[in-house]
């Protein structure tokens, strides 16, 4: 009889607000999309309401409750304010009415939820997320009241996150909301990212104790390329700007930078070291003319003048021809060890100015990168961000 009357509307009060009871509901984290900032949230509610329509007699009938399928009868829809989608189902295909009206059944809500998690101190990021939940009502103040009792959440780990407790709480009669306190479990988060960037930084220092040259400059150019790829695994993981962005993508754009001037700088000693100077760019000396196609110009004076040479060279060798070349070669010698003496001396010179300079600027760096490190790293663990969670509420 209850069946063949089809209720399939709400039932009418006298103040056009009907009463639900949420005498039980679960929530549970199912999963947290940090790079879209989405909360996906699973919920099963235990509801109870009174329909008049469907209470009888019992002692006209001797059943004091009876089993209904659920979609002969009019059940209340439940609905996540901030949720980007929501979707109730029926936990079970029938429910249970009683005879005074009483009705009782079981819905099952999943849901995604925008949830601006405050990432600034990611991967040490903890906060709040409201999960609003409400039913229908209309701008005249008909509809559906949610009065709750019990919530049990179901606490743990999902992905990098973890769900650290869940309350009910609310704003106003019609605003109700559960509050999941939420977390990034940084063991893994640190040992992926941040410890290889902090070791990545104590090699590039380590690197100075290499010699100047193209091993030094190579064993750079690695690093910098390696922290790269961390760069784009960050940019993959964590959303773009926004209020409260993760302060890491300007730790690590900072720690390439520095990579970077570590890099050019040993280059530029490189230069320094081989010949003393910071010029990118050197003139090349233009080879000596010599007496390139000279026989063609004076004509017979050329040859004149070169045939009286030779004869003066012979003069000279009849002479005293074995002296003159031994003072000659002992003239070559000592130029040539004078020359690669004042080399030898330059290119030390040049070494020496260019160690001095790279002992002080490797005194530097260790310095800067320490405290930046250490300071970038206390910020990201205790520096506070706050978020308005509740934008959506407008009014």
């Known amino acids: 009889m209850l069946m063949d009357k089809e209720y399939l509307s709400q039932p009418q009060t006298e103040n056009c607000t009907l009463q639900i009871f949420v005498r039980f509901l679960e929530y ?153 306190s939420l977390s990034v479990k940084s063991t893994g988060p640190f040992m992926t990212l941040v410890l290889p960037s902090i070791l990545i930084i104590i090699a590039d220092v380590a690197s100075f104790a290499l010699p100047l040259g193209g091993e030094r400059n190579g064993f750079k150019v690695t690093l910098v390329l390696s922290f790269t790829m961390f760069l784009i695994i960050l940019n993959d993981e964590l959303p773009g700007d926004g209020e409260c962005r993760p302060i890491i993508r300007l730790y690590f754009c900072s720690c390439l930078v520095i990579l970077v001037v570590s890099m050019l700088w040993s280059m530029v000693m490189t230069r320094v070291f081989a010949e003393g100077r910071i010029v990118l760019f050197r003139r090349s000396k233009r080879p000596a003319s010599g007496n390139v196609g000279g026989g063609n110009v004076g004509g017979g004076k050329a040859g004149g003048g070169k045939a009286t040479k030779d004869e003066g060279v012979k003069a000279e060798v009849g002479v005293d021809g074995g002296v003159k070349d031994d003072g000659q070669m002992l003239r070559k010698v000592v130029n040539f060890l004078e020359a690669l003496d004042a080399k030898t001396q330059e290119s030390y010179r040049n070494q020496m100015f260019a160690s001095n300079l790279d002992h002080k600027f490797f005194v530097f760096y260790l310095v800067a990168s320490s405290v930046y490190l250490i300071a970038m790293n206390v910020v990201m663990a205790v520096y506070p961000c706050s978020l308005d969670h509740f934008q959506f509420w407008y009014n």
């Open 28 to 180: 549970q984290t199912v999963e947290v999309d940090t790079k879209s900032l989405v909360l996906i949230s699973r919920l099963l509610a235990s509801i109870e309401w009174t329909d008049p329509d469907l209470a009888w007699n019992a002692s006209l009938y001797q059943h004091d409750e009876v089993i209904l399928p659920v979609d002969k009868i009019w059940v209340p829809e439940l609905h996540v304010t901030n949720g980007i989608t929501t979707e109730m189902s029926h936990a079970s295909p029938d429910l249970l009415a009683y005879s005074n009206g009483t009705v009782m059944h079981d819905v099952i809500i999943n849901a995604q939820v925008i949830c601006k998690v405050n990432l600034f101190n990611y991967p040490f990021a903890s906060d709040k997320c409201p999960v609003a939940i409400q039913g229908w009502s209309g701008r005249t103040g008909c509809g559906t009241h949610l009065v709750f009792d019990q919530l049990k959440p179901i606490l743990g780990s999902s992905g990098d996150w973890s769900t650290d407790n869940a309350t009910l709480q609310r704003q106003r009669s019609d605003r109700n909301y559960i509050l999941v």
